[in-house]
């Protein structure tokens, strides 16, 4: 019998399950930040850092309630995608009901087996790394949506749909250029362009993702405060695209900052 579930259900579904993303992930990094401090405290003649753990925990807090602000702002941009994108057959039934959300990527046992099959992992890895926890993140920084149905944990990957064409694209950025900056900007500024993103943090997500780091790496990358310092700095500047979208410029590398610099 075919599973269905009207607009209301699917919403409340959606928020309910960003929230327990949420919670879990906040949990596990709480927990995770209090025995890195305890063993420290274990191994060191020193008293206790408190201020340290203090200022440990405030970063988390901060951490995840940008994650929870935009999980939220991705439910309301998805909300379109539900009668614009068809149902994809495809789909197992249970998590059919959710298949506007993205691409379908897979049915797995839990989170581990998740992540497993996300980087592509067939082998043994060390008993030290938290694939949970990696999966846990996928979901949270939106490279999948996650949801679990009748004991299966169903992914569907983020941002592949389609947008409009490429000289459709950058004639409209030229247009946006050369209303801001003259005719003379248009060529300074078009050798620059990223690209069309939904938000900062998605272009520097991109921006990331396509440098030579391993993935395990990036996804533990607070690509949020990362894009504010890039936009500080004036490493990069947008423009309005429309429908809640930006153009994104590079003005100069992002990481040619010091701070950005291994001591290699």
Excluded: C
Aim: charged share 30%; no cysteine; glycine share 8%.
């Amino acid at each position: 019998e075919a599973i269905v579930m009207d607009f209301r259900q699917r919403t409340r579904h959606e928020i309910t399950r960003d929230v327990r993303i949420t919670a879990a992930g906040f949990a596990q990094e709480l927990v995770k930040t209090a025995v890195a401090s305890l063993q420290r405290a274990a191994i060191s003649d020193s008293d206790p850092d408190v201020v340290r753990l203090f200022d440990e925990v405030d970063a988390l807090v901060d951490r995840f309630r940008s994650h929870h602000r935009e999980l939220s702002n991705a439910r309301v941009l998805r909300r379109g995608n539900r009668l614009a994108r068809p149902t994809d057959p495809g789909v197992p039934e249970p998590a059919r009901p959710f298949s506007y959300v993205g691409t379908y990527f897979g049915a797995y046992s839990d989170f581990d087996a998740f992540a497993r099959g996300a980087l592509g992992f067939t082998g043994r890895v060390h008993p030290r790394t938290d694939m949970a926890g990696i999966g846990l993140d996928m979901h949270l920084q939106r490279h999948f949506w996650t949801v679990e149905r009748e004991g299966t944990l169903y992914a569907f990957r983020l941002g592949d749909e389609g947008g409009e064409g490429e000289a459709q694209q950058a004639e409209h950025v030229r247009r946006l250029l050369r209303a801001r900056f003259g005719d003379d900007g248009v060529d300074e500024a078009l050798p620059v362009y990223a690209g069309k993103f939904a938000s900062v943090t998605e272009f520097v997500r991109d921006f990331l993702w396509r440098l030579p780091f391993p993935t395990w790496l990036l996804i533990h990358v607070d690509v949020t405060t990362l894009g504010y310092e890039w936009s500080v700095d004036r490493s990069i500047f947008t423009l309005a695209a429309g429908e809640g979208k930006m153009h994104v410029f590079i003005r100069r590398d992002p990481l040619s900052h010091w701070r950005y610099r291994l001591p290699v």
